[in-house]
């Protein structure tokens, strides 16, 4: 694995801080992978917040991403539960849309969890991640991918003003993090020029500034819906919540639950 600069260790861990508050996606996961038995493949990890509880609840649980400091603290973390979760979880460095397991075809489920489709940037980037998904699922496996929906005045606001995000403490460091962010949605193309700006620091002393930016673009429940069925995956259900409430004017959230035939 590639060593990562001071810069990707720094956004790695500010990824964590911004996801103190909870998204509550963990107790679908866990519905799903005791309803399929596993194994699990996440394309997409991140810092393994999913991966690392589904393998210590006992199911097998392949998870793949290509930031090398994204996976430098998914295996602390993985090593601060212990070697029985250790022993159930994999991760893989790579990119997810180009990889080619040598246990493809054997996922029971498998999923692109909270807007991770999102950073992939194009139409045909986001179809080749499904497609992949679907590559990597044994026959009646099933496949989740979770988006958010923004509703007009989201995306009004997404005009280049800055926006106070969080004053909140880093677990790891002690210091107080202020973020700010600045969006500019761009209509034509359904994307999101976003720049994070995180600036830390002990009280007193000057701030240190870190900054992030993607572009994201966005995809509507009836477009997730057509990739999968491109993909050769059959809709089980498009839901609204993590409760897996129906998909309805108001959803702020677009859950895709897919079977492959």
């Known amino acids: 694995m590639a060593d990562a600069s001071e810069e990707a260790v720094a956004l790695a861990r500010l990824y964590d801080v911004d996801l103190i508050e909870d998204p509550g996606d963990l107790d679908l996961y866990l519905a799903l992978a005791r309803r399929t038995g596993g194994p699990i493949l996440e394309l997409g ?23 090398p400091a994204m996976l430098e603290r998914a295996e602390r973390f993985l090593a601060a539960v212990g070697p029985d979760a250790a022993a159930r979880l994999e991760f893989v460095p790579a990119d997810l849309l180009d990889v080619e397991l040598a246990s493809a075809g054997t996922f029971r489920l498998g999923f692109i969890a909270l807007n991770t489709l999102f950073l992939l940037g194009t139409r045909d980037r986001q179809r080749r991640a499904i497609r992949t998904l679907a590559a990597h699922l044994a026959p009646g496996g099933i496949a989740v991918v979770d988006v958010w929906l923004p509703d007009t005045d989201d995306l009004a606001r997404f005009d280049g003003r800055l926006i106070l995000e969080y004053e909140r403490p880093d677990p790891d460091t002690g210091h107080q993090v202020t973020k700010v962010a600045a969006a500019r949605h761009d209509p034509a193309m359904a994307v999101v020029d976003l720049t994070s700006i995180y600036d830390e620091g ?60």
């Open 202 to 261: 002990p009280p007193g002393e000057p701030p240190v500034r870190w900054i992030r930016r993607d572009a994201l673009r966005l995809v509507g429940a009836d477009e997730l819906r057509a990739m999968a069925e491109d993909a050769g995956l059959e809709v089980e259900q498009l839901a609204g919540s993590y409760d897996l409430d129906p998909l309805g004017p108001g959803s702020e959230r677009a859950i895709l639950i897919a079977r492959k035939t």
């Open 45 to 67: 990890t991140g810092t393994g917040r999913l991966a690392v509880p589904l393998a210590l609840t006992g199911f097998e649980v392949t998870a793949v991403d290509l930031d």
